[in-house]
């Protein structure tokens, strides 16, 4: 019989994500078939799935967590921000069009059945699914039609698990302010509370438990502290490149524009955990400082990040670092940034337009309203690379016939001198690309297995709430299904 619990928020970015990947992980150890399942997801860093679409980079990672390949089941309504107000939809993986804000959230209860139907799919294979909220579960001027949070609790009948981030303060107040501002049907369904990023000594907290649990008359679960490592795993939310990352003056420094639209971003975490490389996201507001590389990373709406690049200046940042031979890679849509021009005859992007790109390589790109989704096996250095395609352009040109990389016996991106493009996405996770790619450029190299450090993060996360819930309990709180 398979059994589910939902949890949800007092607010964005409190920990919902690292939670589920944890107990995923947790009681995968225990022998579980586990499957976590998100609703509906907003974020521009996505992974594709063995069933060929894509969903959230943390639905990615909790289905590596549970030890399983990630299928479009597990996000079945991915929300991909393309301008201020609008976002594409992403249904069952793949792309059905770009809506404004206001008109979606209109019609997103359409698509209830859908997301119900997912989550019925996904619990034949599975003993236990960790389902994962989005955004604040008190947001109550969303609730008409929602479902991401407590809208797909009722509909699945889900008893839920409230987390709070004490790291921001005021953790009391807004877990029983939750309890105060949802429907009593809905706060029906909370059947406990969990304080998240605690630091200190918990047992100071004993009394702040108590009062959460008395006031919401549901058990308080924890306090968990912080996990350290937090920051060893991918990142979904945009938000993760805000926190300030003290530079390491390493020997060799990798600068990357922080573009408004910027997509997959995990692209470059590897070479974060490099001890020998200083990563630095240069944010708006002033030029790209002096760099070794420059990446253009992904974009979610290459036109309009291409213009905000120039509007920065940083145009000129990057065509002068050209010029003084030194290496620029652009990956998907920093890739077609790098060309001639950008074509965008169907207005997929806006309206319909050709824009001249940076003319560092010489390509040209017209984009497509199919979007091309598939995990690629490539050798480039002479060394394999596992990652994947996500995009929709085209692209062609003399370049291509220098090729980034070969998928098999086809040519993959473009190259001229020391200007690169690649469609390929987490080309940097394969240690031996990556070993090879730095030391090409002169940059001091080292011994890090990503991969295996992604591993044993999870492992250590599963410790972490091992240690610090009680999973027994938690087990006990989840409901079965029908």
């Given at each position: 019989?398979?059994?589910?619990?939902?949890?949800?928020?007092?607010?964005?970015?409190?920990?919902?994500?690292?939670?589920?990947?944890?107990?995923?992980?947790?009681?995968?150890?225990?022998?579980?078939?586990?499957?976590?399942?998100?609703?509906?997801?907003?974020?521009?860093?996505?992974?594709?799935?063995?069933?060929?679409?894509?969903?959230?980079?943390?639905?990615?990672?909790?289905?590596?967590?549970?030890?399983r390949d990630p299928v479009t089941a597990m996000n079945p309504v991915l929300l991909k921000p393309e301008q201020e107000t609008g976002?594409?939809?992403?249904?069952?993986?793949?792309?059905?069009?770009?809506?404004?804000?206001?008109?979606?959230?209109?019609?997103?209860?359409?698509?209830?059945?859908?997301?119900?139907?997912?989550?019925?799919?996904?619990?034949?294979?599975?003993?236990?699914?960790?389902?994962?909220?989005?955004?604040?579960?008190?947001?109550?001027?969303?609730?008409?039609?929602?479902?991401?949070?407590?809208?797909?609790?009722?509909?699945?009948?889900?008893?839920?698990?409230?987390?709070?981030?004490?790291?921001?303060?005021?953790?009391?107040?807004?877990?029983?302010?939750?309890?105060?501002?949802?429907?009593?049907?809905?706060?029906?369904?909370?059947?406990?509370?969990?304080?998240?990023?605690?630091?200190g000594d918990p047992t100071l907290f004993a009394e702040g438990a108590a009062a959460i649990a008395v006031r919401t008359g549901v058990?308080?679960?924890?306090?968990?502290?912080?996990?350290?490592?937090?920051?060893?795993?991918?990142?979904?939310?945009?938000?993760?490149?805000?926190?300030?990352?003290?530079?390491?003056?390493?020997?060799?420094?990798?600068?990357?524009?922080?573009?408004?639209?910027?997509?997959?971003?995990?692209?470059?975490?590897?070479?974060?955990?490099?001890?020998?490389?200083?990563?630095?996201?240069?944010?708006?507001?002033?030029?790209?400082?002096?760099?070794?590389?420059?990446?253009?990373?992904?974009?979610?709406?290459?036109?309009?990040?291409?213009?905000?690049?120039?509007?920065?200046?940083?145009?000129?940042?990057?065509?002068?670092?050209?010029?003084?031979?030194?290496?620029?890679?652009?990956?998907?849509?920093?890739?077609?940034?790098?060309?001639?021009?950008?074509?965008?005859?169907?207005?997929?992007?806006?309206?319909?337009?050709?824009?001249?790109?940076?003319?560092?390589?010489?390509?040209?790109?017209?984009?497509?309203?199919?979007?091309?989704?598939?995990?690629?096996?490539?050798?480039?250095?002479?060394?394999?690379?596992?990652?994947?395609?996500?995009?929709?352009?085209?692209?062609?040109?003399?370049?291509?016939?220098?090729?980034?990389?070969?998928?098999?016996?086809?040519?993959?991106?473009?190259?001229?001198?020391?200007?690169?493009?690649?469609?390929?996405?987490?080309?940097?996770?394969?240690?031996?690309?990556?070993?090879?790619?730095?030391?090409?450029?002169?940059?001091?190299?080292?011994?890090?297995?990503?991969?295996?450090?992604?591993?044993?993060?999870?492992?250590?996360?599963?410790?972490?709430?091992?240690?610090?819930?009680?999973?027994?309990?938690?087990?006990?709180?989840?409901?079965?299904?029908?």
């Amino acid at each position: 019989m398979t059994r589910a619990i939902m949890f949800m928020g007092t607010g964005s970015d409190v920990g919902k994500s690292l939670v589920v990947a944890g107990l995923c992980r947790a009681f995968a150890n225990r022998g579980l078939k586990v499957a976590p399942f998100k609703p509906q997801n907003m974020s521009n860093n996505a992974a594709v799935t063995a069933d060929g679409g894509e969903i959230g980079r943390a639905q990615a990672l909790q289905a590596r967590a549970a030890r399983r390949d990630p299928v479009t089941a597990m996000n079945p309504v991915l929300l991909k921000p393309e301008q201020e107000t609008g976002a594409q939809i992403i249904l069952r993986g793949q792309r059905i069009g770009s809506m404004p804000a206001r008109e979606y959230w209109k019609k997103r209860g359409e698509l209830l059945p859908e997301v119900v139907a997912a989550f019925t799919e996904l619990a034949a294979s599975a003993d236990l699914i960790l389902v994962e909220g989005a955004g604040s579960a008190s947001e109550i001027n969303l609730r008409s039609g929602d479902i991401a949070n407590f809208g797909f609790a009722q509909a699945a009948g889900l008893p839920v698990v409230l987390i709070g981030d004490i790291n921001r303060g005021g953790v009391i107040a807004s877990l029983v302010g939750t309890f105060a501002v949802a429907d009593p049907a809905d706060a029906a369904l909370i059947v406990g509370t969990l304080v998240n990023k605690f630091q200190g000594d918990p047992t100071l907290f004993a009394e702040g438990a108590a009062a959460i649990a008395v006031r919401t008359g549901v058990p308080c679960l924890g306090p968990v502290p912080m996990f350290a490592d937090a920051a060893k795993l991918p990142a979904e939310d945009v938000l993760a490149l805000d926190q300030p990352v003290a530079s390491r003056q390493a020997g060799f420094t990798i600068v990357v524009p922080r573009l408004p639209r910027i997509a997959n971003f995990d692209d470059l975490d590897p070479l974060a955990a490099e001890p020998g490389v200083d990563l630095i996201i240069a944010p708006p507001g002033n030029p790209l400082p002096p760099a070794d590389l420059i990446i253009l990373p992904g974009s979610k709406a290459t036109i309009a990040d291409l213009a905000a690049l120039r509007q920065q200046g940083w145009d000129i940042d990057v065509l002068a670092h050209a010029r003084q031979g030194r290496p620029v890679l652009g990956i998907c849509g920093g890739y077609q940034m790098l060309g001639r021009t950008i074509a965008d005859p169907l207005g997929l992007e806006g309206q319909p337009q050709t824009v001249p790109g940076l003319g560092l390589l010489d390509v040209e790109t017209t984009l497509e309203p199919h979007k091309q989704l598939r995990l690629e096996t490539a050798t480039a250095l002479g060394q394999p690379i596992s990652g994947y395609h996500m995009h929709m352009g085209v692209t062609s040109g003399p370049d291509t016939q220098s090729p980034f990389a070969n998928v098999g016996n086809t040519p993959e991106g473009a190259s001229n001198g020391r200007i690169w493009g690649t469609y390929l996405h987490g080309l940097f996770a394969a240690d031996g690309f990556r070993s090879a790619f730095l030391a090409r450029l002169g940059a001091p190299i080292s011994d890090l297995a990503y991969e295996r450090s992604i591993e044993t993060t999870l492992d250590a996360l599963a410790a972490h709430f091992e240690a610090h819930l009680d999973l027994d309990a938690l087990l006990a709180l989840a409901r079965e299904l029908g």
